[in-house]
């Protein structure tokens, strides 16, 4: 009845006093707000801040906490720094938190990371669960570069506005390559403030045929399932098609309006009348949604759903029951290493890879929820992975799907566009993915420099990083000090050798004995050589961005050995080893380091050698060259030949004579066309290196520089920098095929010193 009121109220606002209005806007505002009708929250807000100009923080806050809810993080983030510069009392530091959350949401990981340690640092060691919360996404802001620059090799794509709307669709299943079933949330009248009144909108379970040219035949299912006293919605089938399980929420607000999950039989080819699952599932004062049922063995199957009812982990939790011949067992909480203290959500069995996919808001990942996946079933789970970039953004991703005909899906995202991490919309839209044999060519520099946590805040997290040798290699039986050999290559005659390790190792053992060693050895090659090896591409990855961006980088590397020989011979074996890391350096990508390892060069590479022999080595390791068993071949002799890198300190170019420090992750930029992607976006950072603040008078393209046919778009984030700030020059630019080379200039002033600074980029688009 209230949701009816604010209609009302918007009808008599101009028969009312400027007072009564502003009354009647507040009044609004807060019923709204407290019914959880978000959108309608928003609207009487911010028309009472626009009448009114408050100055009350905690009005603010409400405001802010609205604008979040609805997805709308800029303005959210205005909100809440309003409230910061009215709180001279310090009397909600949560505001400090949600922004933090909000700057986040931007895929501003460093903003947001600031923020938390200053709400951090405001509690004063407390413990309470938004603190903890705090604590998590500051590693979840360390990370989130990391799996940015890893883009996963997946083409995504928005369905055609023929399935998306302005408005809500999610919750997309395939069947077959015949039809796709999905849930949308929209209006049902053409009435013009339909946008702010939550009553006027219905979700709805849609199919759509695969036809000739497409998605087409776009029909809601029957009223028998599409009740219209409820939202149906989060769909789900069975195995064999001839069950369909889905949740329901009254639209009445005369009663409690909790989602339950209700299944409908296939007979004759038509849906029967919906039952509700019993209460023990259906538990009373909880919502209960997001059925997904997958077959445990030949008479039962396994039914995961989201509930929030009690004992719990924490906010809407995963469970599930076991299901035998039609009859529910008990509800059982999915476990800890799935359900948190936040929110997991839109459960997805892969009954063949065994693995379960959901959304979080509370494990480390990207935006508001990111999709995660862990290996196992029932209670007895793998820890969660987060699926990483594209599939995650900085937005919310929910309703992670695989078609039964191929290893390809869809999801549901609040996203603007499929490569999308700093834009944000209010509502869902469904995107299809679909796995590919390559890399596509990406702007990952564009979303490292756009906003990214130092590279060695993550370093110092993932130091040291061991690489390990066979006895005596490189170059065995020799003093010399230096090597031919790379890295690589030694891993790889060192891998070839598993069998023979595992062979030697075993030998004189039996049965469950030889096993055992059997297996000792095949961890060792597994989580211990190869995942050095895995580290160390992902260091040189990391520094080569480093490097680019005008950094000079030391790193220290110290080699070890087993104490087969002398104290001499194992300190040149230790040199010869950090040589061959070198070597690897050298040859990396065809030479990409070789002008960064060149010492008179401002940013420059420097491998520092701390060779320790085996003056470190494990005193119960084998030096009986007799005894190979132990001596060569043992796990124990095995992790002392190594090197390790334990050190990587950068130092930050600073140069009189320019007072702009000015970087672009590659001077060549090439880009290959890939399915679906026509625009392009690059971040050139500029940071003040001088004393006095900055203002960039003017920016843009050089007038000499000829312009080719194309769409560009030139904008800068912030024009005045304090000594030491950066910011960001934004191009925006359409694929188009040509090779070019253009000039950006930027003029800018000191309190001191005027300055123009020309960059030339090369563009090769191919």
């Not at 339950?260 to 039989?265: P, Q, T």
């Not at 009954?351 to 480390?364: P, Q």
């Not at 990406?442 to 979303?447: K, P």
Request: proline share 4%.
């Amino acid at each position: 009845m209230k949701g009816r009121l604010f209609v009302i109220f918007s009808l008599l606002f101009p028969l009312l006093s400027n007072a009564q209005q502003s009354h009647e806007l507040l009044q609004a505002a807060t019923i709204a707000a407290e019914k959880n009708e978000i959108q309608s929250a928003v609207y009487f807000y911010r028309a009472y801040i626009e009448n009114e100009h408050p100055t009350d923080p905690r009005l603010f806050l409400n405001y802010a906490h609205a604008l979040r809810l609805s997805y709308l993080y800029v303005e959210a983030d205005n909100a809440y720094e309003k409230v910061m510069f009215l709180d001279t009392a310090s009397a909600f530091p949560e505001a400090v938190f949600y922004r933090a959350m909000t700057k986040k949401n931007l895929g501003k990981y460093t903003q947001a990371s600031d923020l938390f340690k200053q709400y951090i640092s405001l509690q004063n060691n407390d413990t309470t669960l938004l603190v903890k919360r705090a604590l998590l996404e500051l590693e979840a802001c360390r990370l989130a570069p990391l799996w940015i620059s890893d883009t996963l090799t997946v083409y995504i794509e928005a369905l055609d506005t023929i399935i998306n709307s302005p408005h809500s669709e999610f919750n997309a299943i395939q069947l077959s390559d015949t039809a796709l079933y999905f849930s949308a949330l929209r209006p049902i009248t053409s009435n013009a403030h339909t946008y702010i009144i939550d009553d006027f909108y219905l979700s709805k379970i849609y199919s759509a045929r695969f036809g000739v040219n497409g998605l087409d035949d776009i029909k809601p299912l029957h009223r028998r399932i599409n009740n219209p006293n409820y939202h149906n919605a989060n769909l789900f089938f069975n195995s064999d098609k001839t069950k369909l399980f889905f949740s329901r929420t009254p639209v009445t607000h005369h009663i409690q309006n909790n989602a339950s999950l209700w299944v409908s039989e296939l007979k004759k080819g038509k849906w029967q009348k919906p039952k509700k699952l019993p209460d023990h599932i259906n538990a009373p004062g909880s919502n209960t949604t997001q059925a997904c049922i997958t077959p445990l063995n030949d008479s039962c199957d396994i039914l995961y759903f989201v509930s929030n009812r009690p004992k719990g982990m924490g906010g809407q939790d995963i469970w599930y029951s076991i299901v035998n011949n039609g009859t529910y067992g008990e509800a059982i909480n999915a476990g800890s290493n799935i359900n948190t203290p936040g929110n997991e959500i839109t459960p997805f069995y892969h009954n063949e890879t065994r693995t379960l996919y959901f959304s979080s808001d509370w494990h480390a990942g990207l935006g508001g929820y990111d999709i995660f996946k862990a290996e196992g079933a029932l209670s007895a789970w793998k820890n969660p992975v987060n699926m990483g970039f594209p599939i995650n953004s900085a937005a919310n991703d929910i309703y992670f799907t695989i078609n039964e005909v191929d290893n390809d899906g869809y999801f549901s995202s609040n996203r603007f566009s499929p490569y999308s991490l700093t834009e944000a919309g209010c509502c869902n839209d469904i995107f299809l993915y679909e796995w590919q044999d390559f890399k596509p060519k990406t702007q990952i520099d564009t979303l490292w420099a756009a906003d990214s946590i130092d590279i060695p805040s993550y370093l110092n997290n993932i130091l040291p990083i061991n690489l390990y040798f066979h006895n005596d290699e490189p170059d065995p039986k020799t003093m010399a000090t230096t090597t031919d050999k790379n890295y690589k290559q030694t891993l790889d005659a060192y891998v070839a050798m598993k069998d023979l390790y595992k062979e030697e190792y075993a030998k004189g053992l039996d049965g469950e004995e030889k096993l055992k060693a059997e297996n000792e050895i095949e961890d060792f090659f597994t989580d211990y050589v190869q995942k050095g090896y895995e580290l160390l591409e992902e260091l040189t990855s990391l520094l080569l961005r480093d490097l680019q961006r005008g950094k000079a980088v030391n790193i220290t590397v110290s080699g070890f050995s087993s104490p087969l020989f002398s104290e001499e011979y194992n300190i040149n074996l230790s040199l010869r080893r950090i040589e061959s890391l070198k070597n690897y350096l050298k040859a990396y990508r065809n030479g990409l380091f070789l002008d960064y390892m060149d010492s008179t060069k401002i940013n420059s590479l420097h491998i520092l050698n701390a060779p320790k022999g085996k003056t470190m080595a494990n005193p119960y390791v084998s030096d009986n060259p007799n005894d190979k068993r132990n001596s060569i071949y043992s796990m124990a002799a095995a992790l002392e030949r190594r090197i390790q890198v334990v050190g990587y300190d950068e130092d930050t170019i600073y140069s009189q004579k320019n007072l702009l420090h000015i970087s672009t992750p590659d001077s060549l930029l090439i880009f290959t066309p890939t399915k679906g992607i026509t625009n392009y976006v690059k971040y050139i950072e500029i940071k003040n290196l001088s004393a006095d603040s900055l203002h960039i008078t003017q920016f843009g393209w050089d007038t000499t520089c000829h312009v080719p046919t194309k769409t560009f778009d030139i904008n800068i984030e912030k024009q005045t920098l304090a000594p030491n700030e950066s910011t960001f020059i934004v191009i925006k630019f359409t694929f188009r095929n040509f090779i070019y080379n253009h000039s950006l200039c930027i003029q800018m002033q000191t309190m001191t010193a005027n300055a123009q600074k020309t960059i030339h980029l090369k563009y090769l688009l191919k």
